[in-house]
């Protein structure tokens, strides 16, 4: 497994994704029901844009794209997503594309790595995340890589719980 730094031609797979039922409803959406049009990401603009707190990044085995991790400075994200964030803080949206390699561990190695990648930065505190509360299998997966809870908080129309990995805690 690598994480690399996503490229132009991750686009269009990247939008693939975001149609399958796993992607739709781990983001609060109808699995059933085709992608609406105003969550449609712009990956491409997405990956070509060159600002610090924005890391798109492809976790590959055997050079096959199998997911996505995004890290951000929710500090400095332009939408304020997370509100007043105090700085030197990460925050990881990650999912796999097929559903043919969830579930096969892929999903922690990746962890793993982008956990590390946060943390190589030695100004970084804590590493924050906001499953949707019934993503009971994902809450269950950072609870293994030692995510601890925060508490229960509402993002737009979504119930979150928001788990944090504290730099003391990952060292541990
Ligand atoms: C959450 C997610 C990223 C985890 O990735 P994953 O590759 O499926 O996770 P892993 O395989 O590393 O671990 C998850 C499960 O597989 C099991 N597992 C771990 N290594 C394994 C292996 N080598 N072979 C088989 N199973 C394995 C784990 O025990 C765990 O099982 P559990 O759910 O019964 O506790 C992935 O399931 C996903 O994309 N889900 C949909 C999107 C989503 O919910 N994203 C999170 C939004 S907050």
Not at 12 to 29: I, N, Q, S, Y
Request: hydrophobic letters at 40%; a negative charge; aromatic letters at 8%.
């Amino acid at each position: 497994m690598i994480l690399r730094p996503a490229v132009p031609g991750d686009a269009a797979l990247l939008a693939r994704w975001d149609e399958k039922p796993h992607v739709k409803w781990c983001t609060g959406l109808d699995p059933d029901q085709p992608l609406p049009d105003v969550e449609r990401e712009d990956w491409a603009g997405q990956i070509a844009r060159d600002v610090d707190w924005l890391d798109i990044l492809i976790g590959e085995v055997e050079g096959r794209a199998i997911g996505v991790v995004q890290i951000i400075d929710p500090h400095l994200e332009e939408s304020h997503y997370w509100g007043d964030c105090a700085p030197h803080q990460r925050a990881i949206d990650i999912w796999i594309g097929e559903e043919s390699d969830l579930g096969k561990g892929h999903g922690t190695k990746m962890m793993q790595q982008a956990i590390d990648r946060c943390f190589a930065d030695p100004a970084v505190t804590t590493i924050l995340i906001d499953p949707l509360i019934i993503n009971t299998a994902a809450i269950r997966f950072y609870r293994r890589l030692g995510f601890v809870d925060v508490g229960e908080r509402r993002f737009g129309e979504d119930d979150c719980l928001v788990m944090e990995l504290p730099r003391a805690v990952w060292q541990f």
